[in-house]
Each structure stands twice: as structure tokens, then as C-alpha cells.
């Protein structure tokens, strides 16, 4: 049942023009198809693509464009690094669509809206070649973002409790959760043109990711419990930061996600891509076009 009392300033907060607090969007200037990047630079990337833009903002590392590309109506904006930016940008977009600004209360119509990721990902398994795509058809998030909801009967208790008995985990870190994607989303983008796994989301991109530089680390054998690890077919591939978030999220506010990633580390092996660049407006094509599809 929708509770129909007004949300107070401190919990719905608005900017002197109207829009929300961290996005600087107002409802209506975004589509119900949303393509999230990390970096503010990458909206651009994919705006380009545009025929026609209809709207722009930016705030902090919240930069959107919303336009139509052949004739479909799309929004893009960077979330920046790391899950707990997901959380800001999920709530803000979602009340966008689900709640009346003028009178602060719940809508009693929901609406549901679709994510796609477009990221950058490190993969973990030596058979995962640089340049390549893969698709989040699960995410296990090693941040503590869920933990904070209520409502999350979804998660997959099972592996996560396995993957803590694998890796012998530290109970001083978050507490480990799996979160599945769309399924028919997961399955529209299944072309030859990507491989599918499970992603790892860290809440760091140097010691969490298990990358030494100058700071010795807790479990310098991670990356290879992670990669060594599997549960009913299902391995971990790849290591990102938002896509846990994403998926959950997405599942606590009725919505769809996917999460694309193009492959630009292969951390078994030691490379990194000679074109990063090339790789991600490759995705971002790619994306676009199966976007039509839908």
C-alpha cells in the first residue's frame, strides 16, 4: 500500500528551481530507457550519437543528456565511481518518475524504467581476452549498499555464503551479496558479440581490487580465491565498482538493468588494452543499435 504522506524537505529535497538535489533533473527531462556511465566525459561519447538533444545538465559528477537516437528517446549520465553513487542517482532518477514533486507524495501509478551500464571492467579469468564484452548476468558486491534496505528476499544466500567459505572471509569487511540482472535483458544483448559472467563489485579500484602499489593488503590472495571460485557453473569474470548497486537497486525500485562491459584489463595475465577508447565507443555502438531493438 503507497503511504500518501507528504515527504518532508530533509528526505525529498529540491533545488530553488524545482529539480532534485544532486541530478539537478526535474520530472520529465528524463526518458524511461536510462544508459549509465561512470565518467562524465563518456556521456558525451554517447550523446554524440544523438539526432536531436533535448536536454542538459550538470552538477558535481552527475552530467545528463536527454535526447532521441533514430527517433528513440534516451537519457545518459555519469553516476561517477562506486556504489554509494549509485544509491544517490537511482533514488533521484526513480523519484523523478514515481514521485510528485508539487505535493511530495508517492505516485499512485508506478513507472518502471530501464538501466543499461555501459563500464569498464578488469577481467579475472585467463580465457577473457582485452577489447572483449561481457554481460553482468549476476554481480556479488563486496560494498554494504544493500545492507542498508529493507526488502531484499532476491539475493542469493547461497552462493554468497559459499564464496565467504571459499575465500576464508575477513568478517571485518562488508558482508558479501549475489544480485541477479533482468533476465530478459540479460537475454536480448546475449548476441556473438559478448561472452556473459558474474561481475565482483569492489569499493575500491587499488587494495580491493587486490593492485599493490606502496600498501601491503590483508589478503594478497583474493583476485585468485575469486577467480578459483564456483558455485553450480557459475564463476566470477570480472571486477568493476557499480554493478551490485545497479542490480539491486534496480530490483528494490521495480526497475530493469543490465550491465555492459567492455574489457579493458585482464588482471591474470597482466594486460591492459592498447585502444581503451576505441573499445568503449565500440560498446557504445554496439549498445545503441540493440537499444533499437528492444
Wanted: with cysteine.
Amino acid at each position: 500500500m503507497i503511504k500518501l504522506e507528504k515527504l518532508a524537505p530533509s528526505e525529498l529535497i529540491l533545488n530553488d528551481d524545482g529539480s532534485i538535489y544532486h541530478l539537478a533533473l526535474k520530472p520529465g527531462q528524463i526518458a524511461d530507457t536510462i544508459i549509465t556511465v561512470g565518467d562524465p566525459d563518456r556521456v558525451t561519447d554517447v550523446a554524440k550519437h544523438f539526432d536531436k538533444i533535448e536536454v542538459e545538465a550538470h552538477k558535481r559528477e552527475f552530467k545528463t543528456i536527454t535526447g532521441t537516437y533514430k527517433g528513440k528517446r534516451l537519457t545518459v549520465i555519469s553516476t561517477g565511481i562506486g556504489t554509494d553513487n549509485i544509491d544517490i542517482v537511482f533514488n533521484e532518477l526513480d523519484a523523478l518518475a514515481n514521485i510528485d514533486f508539487e505535493n511530495r507524495t508517492i505516485k499512485m501509478e508506478h513507472m518502471p524504467l530501464t538501466f543499461i551500464r555501459i563500464g569498464t571492467s578488469g577481467a579475472i579469468q585467463p580465457e577473457i581476452s582485452v577489447d572483449s564484452f561481457l554481460i553482468s548476468e549476476a554481480a556479488v558486491g563486496f560494498d554494504s549498499l544493500l545492507h542498508f534496505y529493507a526488502n531484499t528476499h532476491f539475493l542469493d544466500l547461497p552462493f554468497s555464503e559459499a564464496l565467504k567459505k571459499h575465500t576464508n572471509w575477513c568478517p571485518q569487511k562488508s558482508d558479501p551479496y549475489m544480485v541477479t540482472g533482468d533476465k530478459a535483458l540479460i537475454a536480448h544483448f546475449n548476441t556473438k558479440d559478448f561472452v556473459t559472467g558474474v561481475t565482483a563489485t569492489n569499493v575500491g579500484f587499488y587494495g580491493p581490487q587486490g593492485r599493490i602499489l606502496r600498501l601491503g593488503l590483508q589478503d594478497d590472495g583474493l583476485n585468485d580465491k575469486l577467480q578459483s571460485f564456483k558455485f553450480q557453473q557459475q564463476k566470477i569474470t570480472n571486477l568493476e565498482m557499480e554493478t551490485s548497486g545497479i542490480y539491486g537497486m534496480a530490483k528494490l525500485l521495480g526497475h530493469s538493468a543490465i550491465s555492459l562491459n567492455a574489457i579493458l584489463a585482464n588482471r591474470a595475465d597482466g594486460t591492459f588494452s592498447d585502444s581503451p577508447k576505441k573499445t568503449v565507443n565500440l560498446l557504445i555502438e554496439k549498445t545503441l543499435e540493440q537499444l533499437l531493438k528492444l
